[in-house]
């Protein structure tokens, strides 16, 4: 059974139609070098000898080498391989070949699938009838005759006639074994030939890397966004409920702020899995979309603390990654003078745009405590620490004479660390 399953099975089937496949690419060339070899041998018809279909074959796959270095090939090879010869995908290149030596073993690929498929080909559409008449040479009178009159002498005697059916089984079962064994021979040099060089594989991680800093920075995005919008509406919630019979008026306001609060960061978080759910990665410049320094009014009006705001320089100027990790810095500083602070100290913010430099400095009163991260996991400084790195920059935390201050320095254009002193 293994033996049949291996010459007859779905997988042997598939890579046979694969093999036919190549024999049809192997034509163009096939005539191509024909036609060659018959003008180099003074005019002659076309394959008029036994030899020619040989030096036409020999003449076609180098042509089938050079068509094969064109970096489209290897993607359309690679999908025929997947579907036809049963390869694990992960073993198979994606892409365009480009450089040298994925071309060069595109090449190889291509040539002997051409060559085999050539061969297989051959075989498939000669030998079946073939056989299938040498079988039939006991049953018919005509077959019988012809093959006594022009067959081989040796085997024209009576015991050969009454193999022939014999033979003629053994010849489709050699064509069987034959595109079987050619079947395997290219699955298993599929993924040497196929499979993604030093260089493929260098690209696929360094692909990785910058899908997985996006994805980072949606997840720093969602924190910052949902965590303040939390502080702030557990804050301001608290507070009415506290003065719920005393003062209506605040209350109103209040629940102004928390409405305001909500509908603002849910339209971000909406934004950001948007960004999640799109089909493939995600776009790294779709990434970079978000509020900035010029929505800061709003944030301030609605953040649950008292904020003294200083501006010094036009935040317009800056870079819009620069602008949006600026706003984000703050939105996180005000999280934490809310949970630490209980949002009844003032926050003093300033924000200075210099000609190569944007600093952000925030102070309040010490509260219960200047905690490095959020309770449950959250980031805190260390989220800020993260977006000023990615930027170039560079942070400072720490409580001076009962006041926490944290201080943030920025490039105005992304990457220039070196005109903003470094980092320390």
Known sequence: MKTVSALFGRRTRLRWLHLII??????????????????????????????????????????????????????????????????????????????????????????????????????????????????????????????????????????????APFAGLAMLAALALVAAAAGEVLARRAPVLLGPTPEDRLAAAERRAADLAVRNRLARELHDSVGHALSAVTLQAGAARRVLDRDPEFVREALTAIEETTRRTVGELDSVLGLLRQDGEPDHEDAAHGPGLDALGGLLAHCGVPVAHERQGDPDRLDPVVSREAYRIVQEGLSNALRHGGGASPVRLLIAVRERELEIVMENPLGERPAAARPGGGRGLRGIAERAVLLGGRTEAGADDGVWRLTALLPTVPGTAGRTGGRR
């Open 22 to 163: 190549g024999g049809a690419l192997l034509m163009p060339y096939f005539l191509v070098g024909a036609v060659l070899n018959s003008l180099a041998s003074g005019g002659e018809p076309l394959l008029s000898s036994v030899s020619d279909p040989f030096a036409a074959f020999a003449i076609a796959l180098p042509m089938a080498a050079v068509t094969g270095c064109f970096p489209l090939v290897r993607p359309l090879s690679v999908a025929a391989a997947r579907a036809l010869c049963g390869v694990p995908p992960a073993l198979l290149a994606d892409g365009p070949a480009r450089t040298r030596q994925a071309r060069v073993r595109t090449a190889g690929w291509y040539t002997l699938h051409l060559a085999l498929g050539g061969i297989v080909s051959g075989l498939t559409l000669a030998l079946p009838s073939f056989a299938v008449a040498v079988a039939a040479l006991p049953f018919s009178d005509g077959l019988r005759g012809t093959w006594l009159l022009n067959g081989p002498h040796a085997l024209r005697e009576p015991w050969a006639v009454a193999l």
